[in-house]
């Protein structure tokens, strides 16, 4: 009866927050923003002539006002879009209305068979919706990331996220570059 | 004397640690409440569109962010805005926005500044477009479209 409780040690509790409190001060920085990343083109020199790039290497898609597609000149959907721009930037049957394929030296890969000069030209409409747009952006990342993974197993054998190697995520992203190139902006539809 | 002698051979006190941890507690809760703090007051409103291909923005020192959205305001119209900072700006207004912003960094870090561009996804592109004119002419190469993770849908 006159026996005391014995009395419990907090002492360890310290350590428990201590524990959550790095918990927290790791997890908190994965909030951060996420977006698609793009670099903007120097502005244009209107002395230079921009150069002459042939019909093969160029995949246009175009979208209008009312959010419509059109890839290559025939209407398309978002669906579509992704696997054509994969089949534009890879040409696997060397078809002679896709970029021409050329052996390319690429530090860390070795020789590649890659397209000499492949681009994406996307024209918006100022009506188009950002949504929309950022939609395509989207599909032809996807294309672009697709690529680079298949590139990066069949070099590597992993995946590009899986990558631990700098130089080796540097070559896989030389070989195959972000080929969007947006049309200077035209006052078509108005506001 | 004889007293006191008996009190000295006693072991010393253990110190309570018990508000130890109390206070690790209100370390945990300072950091949760400024991790969280925004970088301005949304004035303008923007819901970011879905995307399947996102990555995250590293180095949030290094980040400036230009908002486009229709004004939460009600009153001031239903046009998209631009906002700069806690105010609407003008379109002009952003090389001047983006000068301000490389003086507020290092000078070795002004060309890694990125900017994040936080637009409503019922934007029109006209006004997207005329902003990254001007980004593009002022240098400000690297942007962000910010936008949600979501699921790819085909």
Known sequence: MSKKTPQINSGSMADISFLLISFFLLTSSINTDMGISRKL???????????EIKERNVFTVLVNQNDRLLVE???????????????????????????????KFIP????????????????????????????????????????????????FGVKMSILGNEEQIAAIKAAIPVPISEAEPENIGGN | MA?????????????????MSDIIFMFLFFFM????IREATLIVRVRP??????????????????????????????????????????????????????????????????????I???????????????LREIGAFKINYSAAKGKRTD
């Open chain 1, 41 to 51: 083109p120097p502005p244009l020199d209107p002395n230079v002539k921009p150069p």
């Open chain 2, 120 to 134: 409503d996804r019922e934007t029109r592109m006209g006004i997207v477009s005329d902003v990254k004119q001007e």
């Open chain 1, 73 to 103: 000149g025939k209407p398309g959907d978002l669906s579509t879009i992704k696997n054509l721009a994969k089949e534009f930037m890879s040409n696997p049957s060397n078809d002679p209305n896709l970029p021409e394929l050329e052996m």
């Open chain 1, 108 to 155: 860390n890969l070795g020789d590649v068979l890659l397209p000499k000069s492949a681009v994406i030209s996307l024209k918006n409409d100022r009506g188009t919706s950002y949504e929309m747009y950022l939609k395509v952006q989207n599909e032809l990342t996807a294309a672009i990331n697709e690529l680079r993974d298949e590139l990066s197993v069949q070099k």
């Open chain 2, 49 to 118: 569109p879905q995307a399947s291909e996102v990555q995250k923005l590293e180095k949030k020192s290094l980040v400036s962010y230009i908002y486009i959205g229709t004004p939460i305001n009600k009153g001031l119209g239903g046009q998209s805005r631009i906002q700069l900072n806690d105010q609407f700006a003008d379109i002009h207004q952003i090389q001047e926005f983006i000068t301000q912003e490389r003086e507020a960094r290092d000078e070795a870090d002004r060309k890694l500044i990125t900017t994040s561009l936080k």
């Open chain 2, 33 to 36: 409440v400024i991790t969280t």
């Open chain 2, 3 to 19: 007293r006191f002698k008996k009190k000295g051979t006693k072991a010393p006190p253990e110190i309570n640690t018990g508000s």
